[in-house]
């Protein structure tokens, strides 16, 4: 088993940035691929980046492309999401996730998760 728990959620001006946290407990974290996803209300899960168990490749979802960086750092056994420029429409519930591949976009594809942290964005 992996434990996940996300922090550093909030509410942001757009045009802002927030840094969330994954910190994961249990199994080799660095054998998983990481995965961050949002939820916003009445919309799918959507795959915002995904970074390789060794941290060298990451994958971004179009959407995010140069705004945000997904990074890891395996002795902390944390991964972070850095969110720049902010815009409303980024505001959901953001939840990171361990998987197997990290270009995987299907969440369902994913082993563990995190409880998710609120992202909201105001105009």
């Known amino acids: 088993q992996v434990q996940l728990v996300e922090s550093g959620g909030g509410l942001v001006q757009a045009g802002g940035s927030l840094s969330l946290s994954c910190a994961a407990s249990?199994?080799?974290?660095?054998?998983?691929?990481m995965g961050w996803f949002r939820q916003a209300p009445g919309k799918a899960r959507e795959f915002v980046a995904g970074?390789?168990?060794?941290?060298?490749?990451?994958h971004y979802a179009d959407s995010v492309k140069g705004r945000f960086t997904i990074a890891r750092d395996n002795a902390k056994n944390t991964v972070y999401l850095q969110m720049n420029s902010l815009k409303p429409e980024d505001t959901a519930v953001y939840s990171c996730?361990?998987?197997?591949?990290?270009?995987?976009?299907?969440?369902?594809?994913?082993?563990?998760w995190g409880q998710g942290t609120q992202v909201t964005v105001s105009s």
């Open positions: 249990g199994r080799t974290v660095s054998n998983y691929a």
């Open positions: 970074i390789t168990g060794s941290g060298t490749r990451t």
């Open positions: 996730a361990a998987g197997q591949f990290y270009t995987e976009s299907n969440a369902y594809r994913y082993d563990f």
